[in-house]
């Protein structure tokens, strides 16, 4: 059930300007040094619009992947202000793109306009990091399951390239609050999201599952001992590079 690979995903949220760069350079050669163990990792860091392509020119290594943070569902150009879609993301060099981040869920995505934006997404090649999460409420009221189903259920169909999904487990209750979920709950949690993924698009392989939501250098260590955990969507600790670091340095240990 779980990857040998594992991801560390930078969400820098509305963060950075171009002399950010520099937080990218220290951890790309770090990376380079710690490689050298034959340690799989894949390092993405989901970045404002306005730096993608500046980062990507300026980025030489293949050890990190830029991606955007959204994007509109529509694929064409269109009267839609402010809005980028998945078309001019690839035209920028973009690799991944999160959607359905809680963020943007409260700000009015739903199952149905996340679908379409993994749709199109996909239709331009782009990889897609597809958040998921239950409120506290919804926690207190034993839904975490079936909020967790629902999800997935409304936003992927089986029509899509599940290949190309990556699933980030961000209880919305834990982002930013300091507060995780118990071991039990996460194995449970995770054991669920991968079977029922399997289950409801009758595919053989168990998706790539992440986990999101106050993960840093301290705690890091608690979830290394759950193996069905693939990896780490990291919002805040993502926007340094020592914290970053000391992320996968101490999730090793």
């Excluded at 690799?95 to 809680?102: E, F, M, Q, T, W």
């Excluded at 009221?141 to 259920?153: A, D, E, G």
Aim: include cysteine.
């Amino acid at each position: 059930m779980t990857n040998k690979l594992k991801y560390f995903v930078g969400n820098w949220k509305m963060f950075g300007d171009f002399g950010s760069i520099k937080i990218i350079y220290q951890i790309e050669r770090f990376s380079a040094k710690f490689n050298r163990r034959n340690i799989k990792n894949k390092i993405i860091f989901c970045i404002p619009f306005t730096l993608i392509y500046f980062f990507i020119k300026k980025i030489k290594s293949k050890l990190i992947s830029i991606g955007a943070q959204n994007c509109h569902h529509h694929s064409a150009h269109g009267p839609y202000t402010g809005s980028v879609n998945a078309s001019m993301l690839k035209s920028v060099g973009a690799k991944y793109v999160i959607l359905g981040h809680s963020e943007n869920r409260l700000e009015g995505d739903t199952n149905l306009l996340i679908k379409n934006k993994i749709t199109s997404a996909l239709n331009k090649k782009l990889n897609i990091i597809f958040c998921i999460g239950e409120t506290l409420k919804e926690k207190n009221k034993h839904k975490t399951l079936l909020v967790l189903k629902n999800q997935i259920k409304g936003s992927i169909e089986r029509k899509h390239n599940l290949s190309k999904i990556i699933i980030a487990y961000e209880p919305v209750w834990s982002i930013g609050t300091g507060k995780i979920p118990k071991a039990i709950d996460l194995k449970k949690i995770f054991e669920f999201i991968k079977n029922e993924f399997k289950k409801i698009f009758k595919t053989k392989k168990f998706p790539v599952v992440l986990y999101g939501g106050s993960v840093n250098s301290s705690n890091i260590r608690f979830f290394s001992s759950i193996s069905e955990i693939d990896g780490f969507l990291i919002g805040g600790d993502s926007r340094s590079s020592k914290k970053f670091i000391d992320i996968i340095k101490n999730y090793y240990k």
